[in-house]
């Protein structure tokens, strides 16, 4: 506390000798047996800054001038005749109220800022903008925040991560607080890591099953545990990282959608897959973003069915090195929700066509036995689709996929066939490909397996 500047400091010292500045006018003296603290030059009398700051005059009579000096002696008491010969009354009123300890404690340095005594970044924050005077400071602070809003907005990245950071940023996401406030649950504490209470700073942040997360990307950020997650984002703001900024909300999101998945869903993604597809899902915002504008995309995209209709994503793979093939499908619902899916193997049938066809006429039959009445078949094949649509197949080699295709379309109340480009059939892709490792089939009801999560997530981005 008490090394000088010298007289070529290097930047790092300059900025810990500034901060040290801080540290030392925030922190105050905690009694204990009185002997190391100087009576005129320390800051110990709660309320007051040094009494040589203040003008107190010094008096030679005690030597050496330290605070157990003004105790009754031998024992912990204040000798009050002392102290009024000493100061005035209201000083005397003041160092009366500090408790004595009956034990021999040392004197102790304490952060005079927070109740607890420790100190953290925020709390200094705080103490520095008061001593600033309260209309710079207001005034510097609504600057920062302007400053810190233009740039939420102003960042590349999906709308809906956007929203979702303006969200985050006023707390009015369903974190376990806001949701005990609203009187849904009776506990706030972390489901994640059971041992604090889960705001939103603490389920994006300070949380212990995302520390490493933080660690890796953004190991600049100053972590304290007081820090809301405005006060996070705004210091990469006001270091001028701005653009660290969209790594900052993509990252929370993605953690945030990693908790919800385990709070509904008692799946726990690994953070590593998380940041995998913050990665991929900013880099291909980047690239969309350049080539093809928004209104184009939506053909490209997945987008889910009409209200009342389910929607099955069908694909094919061929995998010739083991002389098989498999098929995939996906049913969704009107908000994408994933109602079942499967991977199956299938002897490799002769072109591509004929896969797709199987394919087709294999998820059929799943929603058949689902009891689907409104349907909507989409397959990335546009020949298998054209030709589904028009009859004009029904006499050709594959004739007979498409007649018994057509034949389990007339179960259905309402089945349609549509085409889709093969951005919006990665999911059934992704199953089709998966079927490699599966012996026959494997089918999953109301849950995302994990070979296509990160894809779902995609296309719920998109
Ligand atoms: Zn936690």
Known sequence: MKAGLGRNPSFTWRGIWEARKWLEAGCRWRIGNGRTVHIWQDQWIPGHISLVAEGVRGCEGLNPPLVDSLFVDNVRMWDIQKLRSLFNPSLVSDILKIPLCSD?????????????GEFSVRS?????SSQAGPQIAESSNMQAQQKFWKHLWKMKVPNKLKIFAWHACKDSLPTAVNLVKRKVIPNATCRMCLSEEENIAHAIFHCGAVQDLWRYYLPELIRDKQMSLVDLAMQLCERNMAGKMCTFFALAWGLWYRRNKFVNDQILLGTASVAESVHVLLRSHAQVSIKIRSEILKFYKWNPPSAGSLKLNVDAATFPGWDKAGVGAVLRDEKGRILMAFSRAEILLKGSESL???AIFRGMQQCVTMGVSHLVVES???????ALNDDSMTNSLLG?????IKKLASCFVLCLFSHVYREGNRVAHKLARNACKVDSMEVWWNS??????????FDECL
Do not use: G, K, M
């Not at 995302?448 to 997530?457: A, E, M, R």
């Open 448 to 457: 995302i397996p994990d070979c296509i999560s990160q894809t779902v997530w």
């Open 380 to 386: 990335d094949s546009l020949l298998s689709i054209d």
């Open 104 to 116: 021999n404690v040392e004197d102790r340095r304490v952060w005079a800022h927070e109740r607890n």
């Open 124 to 128: 200094c924050y705080r103490f520095i």
């Open 400 to 404: 007979v996929i498409y007649y018994e």
């Open 356 to 358: 797709e066809l199987l």
